[in-house]
């Protein structure tokens, strides 16, 4: 058949992939390289060939994979090349062909090209209770515009907790430390690790409502896994002395990680885990793609660089190495925690066990590589793990800021809330430091009385801070009072007491917004407290911004 006559070797394909990847990298190089500011600069051009490095990697694991589907899929229509056909005596030499001329008849002959092929272990040998469903690898819910092919994907898995939830809080602030160029060239995937798809759906909404350009762009993916993809966490063996809920506990959050690993793997040239109670550094990836690019450079290769001191947050791989992690993952989910196996892993390839722990410790920290000062925080207290209290902090990150001061129109400050100690909303206001109230109640007001008429363009007031992100303002509406109302203030949503509602919080505990310039002048602006709250409340940013046009 034809399609046997062009069937190529996999030495042939592998050349044919370099080939094409050198005639489209050279013109690429080329244009990168002298498009460099410093054209003598040695350092530019060692970072242009090391960043190609990276990505000529990145795509021959995906090569690999592509090859790996198409020896799969000849196996099953029975076209493979390692079938009893003629072909593969051109491979032989002329001695060695004659030599089998010779002896054509002698049945030790017939041993040659076998179609019998050995089996690999594979996931399925490790978590066998995968082969019980045919949907338990498909997720059993994706939100995704198909974008590939980045520089960075972020992983952030997610779960359902007992207190409270900071995943909004986390991208919020991923998202506000992510510039523009940033954001096309990265990937941030939440793997809401829940087989309950009610609540996977309600979060794939609130996501999607609270950010969707960043969903339309392919920004931001949403995923979970089909409930098949776990095995019966009842029947795993008790491992380290731990509580069986902690061994379903962290076996469950090793599965998590070989899950989210295994689907953002083919998406960009590298993956960085992180968690979902966290916050960056402003421009966090430019300084971790520029850190991964210069080590790349190197001549002592890398397995994850570490942008954070705390469990598994800001750990970044090369995303063609992550089979090897997942692999890991699968084969000891029921025995350690996910750090401690990275630590194995690394340990079992590269530590010399003729030597002492010194020189084990110092070949680790060549493929272990940490960057100071660290890019992520923790800021999460209570656990995944259901009664588990967690107040570790990353050192190396430095200080928080707690509030964001700016100036304001001059105004009279009025709190219906009580103050905890100094953190006053007159204070607040004027930039000194947060407000901190007590318990807010329905009916509670912040005004914010302007000592003459203006015309208010843009507001924005943010609860909650990095040392405690609970204390927020919840189900609150931003108010103003017109001067005098129109025709225009009419139409609009008005209270009984003639303040017009422009905006509210959100579950993120901001409230921003632009004002209907058919407002006109306002004497006065409040937030307007409407339900009763289990905690105090904090504004870390109170900005009223003037139309001064």
């Not at 909303?425 to 007590?438: C, I, K, N, Q, V």
């Not at 927020?472 to 005098?484: A, C, D, G, S």
Request: hydrophobic share 40%; proline share 5%; charged share 20%.
């Amino acid at each position: 058949m034809a399609v046997v006559s062009v069937a190529m070797s996999p030495l042939r394909r592998r050349s044919c992939f370099l080939v094409l990847a050198f005639v489209v990298f050279v013109p690429f190089f080329g244009i990168v390289l002298f498009s460099a500011p410093d054209l003598s600069s040695e350092e530019v051009l060692m970072q242009r060939l090391a960043e190609l490095q990276v990505r000529l990697q990145y795509l021959d694991s995906m090569y690999r994979a592509r090859q790996e589907d198409v020896q799969l899929l000849a196996r099953q229509i029975g076209t493979d090349n390692t079938s009893s056909t003629p072909g593969p005596l051109v491979t032989l030499r002329p001695e060695v062909k004659q030599m089998l001329k010779n002896m054509s008849g002698m049945r030790f002959t017939n041993g040659l090209f076998p179609t019998t092929a050995i089996r690999l272990p594979s996931v399925y040998n490790f978590l066998p209770h995968l082969l019980d469903d045919p949907s338990s690898l498909r997720p059993a819910y994706l939100l995704s515009k198909g974008r590939s092919y980045v520089s960075m994907v972020l992983g952030i898995p997610t779960v359902k907790r007992d207190k409270q939830s900071y995943l909004m809080d986390t991208l919020q602030n991923l998202l506000e430390a992510i510039n523009d160029d940033e954001a096309v060239d990265t990937i941030i995937v939440v793997f809401v690790a829940e087989t309950d798809l009610e609540y996977v759906l309600e979060i794939a909404k609130e996501i999607e409502l609270k950010y969707p350009n960043h969903i339309d762009s392919g920004l931001i993916e949403v995923i979970s896994p089909s409930p098949a993809y776990y095995p019966d966490f009842d029947k795993l063996r008790i491992t380290l002395g731990d509580s069986q809920e902690r061994v379903k506990w962290r076996s469950k959050q090793n599965l998590d990680f070989a899950f989210l690993m295994s689907y953002a793997q083919p998406k960009g040239t590298f993956y960085v885990q992180l968690e979902d109670d966290i916050l960056a550094k402003r421009n966090f990836i430019t300084s971790m793609k520029t850190f991964a690019i210069e080590k790349s450079g190197g001549k002592v290769p890398w397995f994850v660089l570490d942008f954070c001191q705390l469990g598994f947050i800001g750990k970044l791989f090369k995303s063609a190495e992550l089979p090897w992690l997942v692999q890991y993952f699968q084969m000891f989910f029921n025995d350690k925690p996910v750090d401690w196996l990275l630590d194995y892993f690394i340990t079992t390839r590269i530590c010399n066990w003729g030597k002492d722990l010194k020189h084990c410790k110092k070949d680790k920290d060549q493929m272990w590589v940490h960057y100071k000062p660290s890019l992520f925080q923790h800021i999460g207290t209570h656990s995944s793990l259901k009664g588990k209290v967690q107040k570790l902090k990353d050192k190396q990150f430095g200080k928080v800021p707690l509030f964001f001061p700016h100036s304001n129109p001059e105004a009279e400050v009025i709190s219906g809330i009580k103050a905890y100690k100094y953190y006053t909303l007159s204070r607040a206001y004027l930039g000194e430091t947060f407000f901190w109230g007590l318990l807010p109640q329905p009916g509670d007001h912040l005004l914010f009385a302007f000592n003459a008429p203006i015309a208010v363009r843009r507001f924005l007031f943010r609860s909650g801070n990095a040392e405690h992100p609970s204390d927020k303002l919840y189900n609150t509406t931003v108010e103003v009072q017109p001067v005098t109302h129109n025709q225009f203030t009419k139409s609009m949503n008005v209270t009984s007491d003639g303040f017009v509602v422009v905006g509210k919080f959100d579950s993120t505990g901001i409230a921003e917004g632009i004002v209907d310039e058919n407002v006109g002048q306002v004497k006065t602006l409040r937030l307007n407290v409407h339900t009763e709250s289990d905690n105090w409340a904090i504004l870390s940013e109170i900005q009223i911004q003037e139309d001064t046009r």
